[in-house]
């Protein structure tokens, strides 16, 4: 009997430190998911303050240095390129609550937006953007905003675009060079309506 009350409490110790081991693990886990999102969400809004805060004079109807914006900017981009690699376009599933911030959510947005010119350009830097919406981590109608705002300030007289976005409609006579842009970055085709008639040609422009 003694034999058996011996090995009960050594099972019921046992048991008592794994279980002590377990909830200790889970604990750990939870406050490492917590410090890492505090720390993407901090460099998140930092990058939103280097993007917001060298226009801020602009803003407020002072002047501002073109050069000044366009070297934050670019610093900007290979930031944000630099935090998608790592951890993926900025999204609620990584970032959990921190994600209803604004400077959290928008960073990614206002960087790529000043920064069109970098994907177009550069197929490389392109490719990681369709791959973020490839995995769901990005809207593929984002992405197509992003591109457009590219051609849509480039024939700002004109404002045309490729992609068909919140900048505008596409001209007719690129539907296939759109149709084409379009399957590329995961999107459908667009339907015959959604293109306008452009009284300059554009085909030869892109």
Not at 175 to 190: D, S, Y
């Amino acid at each position: 009997m003694k034999y058996y009350l011996s090995a009960l409490i050594l099972i019921l110790a046992l048991t008592n430190c794994s279980t002590k081991k377990n909830t200790n693990s889970t604990n750990t886990k939870h406050l490492s998911d917590t410090n890492l999102q505090d720390s993407l969400a901090f460099e998140l809004c930092q990058l939103y303050g280097l993007d917001q805060g060298v226009r801020s004079p602009y803003d407020k109807g002072g002047t501002v240095s073109w050069p000044a914006i366009q070297y934050a900017d670019t610093i900007a981009f290979y930031k944000l390129m630099a935090f998608v690699k790592d951890n993926g376009f900025p999204h609620e599933e990584l970032l959990g609550e921190h994600y209803k911030r604004e400077c959290v959510q928008a960073a990614a947005a206002v960087v790529l937006l000043h920064n069109p010119h970098m994907l177009v350009n550069n197929k490389t830097y392109k490719d990681v953007f369709i791959n973020e919406v490839k995995k769901g981590n990005m809207q593929a109608d984002f992405l197509a905003t992003v591109l457009d705002k590219y051609y849509w300030v480039k024939k700002a007289n004109e404002h045309k675009v490729l992609y068909g976005s919140q900048f505008g409609m596409p001209c007719k006579d690129i539907k296939e060079e759109t149709n084409m842009a379009r399957a590329e970055i995961g999107l459908a085709p667009l339907a015959d309506s959604l293109f306008k008639d452009c009284t300059t040609p554009f085909k030869d422009k892109l």
